[in-house]
């Protein structure tokens, strides 16, 4: 065998080829997917070249359960409870939205009270989402005392809905044409003295934060989305609104009756974390104030729609008492709420952004397909380009200003 | 869209010096040292449970202590993640509820399906499953967090009933005109 000869431009030639390696190591690290920072089972792939990120690569699915799957299988009713483990912050927001959807799809209209519970329920959803949010981003920044605050306030706001609905985090409150049952007595006053501790809550809190050195110096100027890039990568809710997108779809495209209350809709300059951060602020005071409105305007009348015979199950004293209405009851449990035939589209302005629901029914009582646009997963699609060329210790600051939730991201 | 933007300004010089966030962060910890407690010592000091609270499903019988369910199966029908299982069975003669053709034989619900939806009592005709106010269900074994027919009616006991649809409708046949 011939020996090869190798010429000196060869090797110089070999050598380009090992660029990549000649600049030093990188290394691989796993962040997650149980790490306190990362808010439930997200795993990033990280390629590290000494502390700055160079690489990004999110690994999700960790707590898929094929909610969507799952829908095709059972009847709209039965699929409430699941939505509720979406994004399990803000139960019935998700609720609300899904039986939005549904009631696009079969065209139903629902009575004003209702409507005016809907708001209630999905701005003590927002609220309490976003104290939690606000909490676990101050405690990612090292500031502990926010957490306690906040959690506190959380904790009140869910003692409300567990009045309301029945249970604390899985409120499966709304129905299809209706919600579960009407307010309780004296429920309202209640409700207005939570807010009012809550308000004072997020007072303190950004006496705080928002105008301490510690925490200035920490945000600000770090993961800076462009306006240009959070529509690009589909953003939504408060990060989108963070980077200066106006955008809210209560604003937009209102549902259930949100035109009827005023509230302004709080946008970022720069879309930094600390702009994230004045912008989820400044949210919970406007969820606040459109809470004092639906209080003081609280509709009377019926909570669900009593002429939609074949969707909304009839009240249960009438099932106990009368033959036709425990035959109806039987005929929407068995076979579901009887939706016509086709397609609709639904998005909610969620307290993390927009959740939407695409639902394709064949007629019957079960979905034939359902489709969840969920917001935490394509605001996370962002990450692998946001993360490079920041440190490691930027990373729990910039998952913590996005206020994701892995059950809505993984579904 | 009445849009507001968020107010940000650069630090001023005083604030730089972290004296007055100190100051106002040291006020607002202190004063919070004297809100009243929010915690529990739980299992000493038991939470207030509000009416309506979805709990641990039970059974329930009606004040003369009949059965109420009548085993139609619509709970477990119902049931999204299928935790009641029902094997329907004939009434019992000595029961006092003749007009009514079936009870169950069994009735079982696993605890740890349940997700305490509360749909199986949203849609029960007769008020027999209820949730209430037991939420911390625990055991040692999968098999012990089954709970049977008789364990079910045992947490659920007796709650009045505002009907008594079953006396009235035997009321109504006996009065009717014989065929
Ligand atoms: S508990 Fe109610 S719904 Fe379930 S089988 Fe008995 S009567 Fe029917
Ligand atoms: S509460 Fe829900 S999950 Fe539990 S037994 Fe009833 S229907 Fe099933």
């Known amino acids: 065998m011939a020996e090869k000869e190798v010429s000196i431009a060869d090797i110089a030639n070999r050598s ?21 920072a990362t808010h439930g089972v997200l795993r990033l792939k990280l390629e590290m070249d000494g502390e700055y990120i160079t690489k990004c690569d999110p690994v999700i699915g960790y707590l898929h359960r094929g909610s969507e799957k799952i829908a095709e299988n059972m009847t709209y009713t039965q699929f409430i409870p699941y939505t509720d483990r979406l994004d399990y912050l803000a139960c019935v927001h998700n609720n ?43 405690m990612d920044c090292g500031a502990l005392t926010v957490f ?13 809905l567990e009045e309301l609905t029945g249970a604390r985090l899985t409120n499966s409150y709304a129905r299809i044409g209706g919600l579960a049952r009407d307010i309780p007595d004296g429920w309202l006053g209640k409700v207005l003295e939570t807010i009012e501790s809550c308000e004072r809550c997020i007072d303190d809190c950004d006496k705080l934060l928002t105008r301490n050195k510690i925490f200035y110096d920490r945000t600000v100027g770090v993961g800076v989305i462009s306006k ?22 209560r604003k937009d495209k209102p ?11 709080p946008i970022g300059k720069e879309g930094d974390c600390y ?15 459109i809470i004092r409105q639906v209080v003081d305007t609280m509709p009377n009348g019926l909570w669900y729609n009593d002429e939609a015979k074949r969707i909304v199950a009839p009240r249960k004293d009438k099932v106990l008492t009368s033959m036709e209405e ?3 009851n039987f005929m929407i449990v068995t076979e579901g709420p009887q939706i ?17 629901f695409y639902l394709v029914s064949k007629g019957g009582g079960v979905p034939y397909r359902l489709k969840i646009r969920a917001p935490s997963f394509c605001n996370l699609s962002i990450l692998p380009k946001l993360l490079v060329g920041h440190l490691v210790p930027d990373i729990p600051v910039i998952l913590g200003s996005f206020d994701f939730v892995m059950g809505d991201c993984d579904r | 869209m009445a849009t507001k933007v968020v107010d940000r300004r650069p630090l001023s010089w005083a604030e730089k010096t972290y004296i007055p966030q100190i100051l106002s962060g040291l006020r607002i910890t202190f004063r919070k040292m004297f809100n009243p407690v929010v915690t529990l010592e739980y299992p000493e000091q038991r939470p207030t449970i509000p009416d309506n609270y979805r709990g641990v499903p039970t059974l329930v019988k009606d004040p003369h202590g009949r059965e109420k369910c009548v085993s139609c199966q619509l709970c477990e029908f119902v049931c999204p993640p299928k935790a009641i299982r029902i094997t329907p069975g004939s009434i019992d003669e000595a029961s006092g509820n003749e007009h009514i053709e079936k009870a169950p034989k069994d009735f079982e619900i696993n605890m740890l399906r349940c997700i305490y939806c509360g749909l199986c009592q949203e849609v029960c005709p007769e008020e027999a499953i209820v949730l209430q106010d037991i939420f911390s269900a625990n055991g040692y074994t999968r098999q012990e967090m089954v709970y049977n027919k008789k364990k079910l009616y045992e947490l659920g006991g007796t709650l009045p009933d505002k009907h008594f649809k079953w006396d009235k409708k035997k009321k109504a046949s006996e009065q009717a005109p014989s065929h």
């Open chain 1, 16 to 36: 380009q080829l090992f660029e990549e390696e000649l600049k030093g190591e990188t290394m691989t690290i796993n962040m997650g997917p149980s790490h306190p």
């Open chain 1, 96 to 138: 609300v939205a899904f039986a939005l959807a549904v009631e696009k799809l079969a065209k139903l209209d629902v009575p004003e009270r209702c409507a005016a519970i809907r708001v209630l329920c999905c701005e003590l959803a927002r609220l309490a989402s976003h104290l939690l949010g606000v909490g676990v981003y101050g």
């Open chain 1, 148 to 160: 306690m605050y906040t959690f506190t306030e959380r904790e009140k706001i869910y003692s409300r």
């Open chain 1, 228 to 249: 240009a890039d959070a529509i690009a990568y589909g953003l939504s809710g408060p990060n989108a609104r963070a980077s200066g997108v106006t955008t809210d779809l």
């Open chain 1, 255 to 265: 549902y259930s009756g949100y035109e009827k209350y005023e509230f302004d809709v």
């Open chain 1, 275 to 289: 702009d994230r951060w004045l912008v989820r602020v400044v949210e919970m005071k406007e969820s606040i104030r």
């Open chain 1, 326 to 328: 425990l035959i109806q």
């Open chain 1, 340 to 356: 016509p035939e086709g397609e609709a589209y639904f998005e909610a302005e969620n307290p993390k952004g927009w959740l939407g």
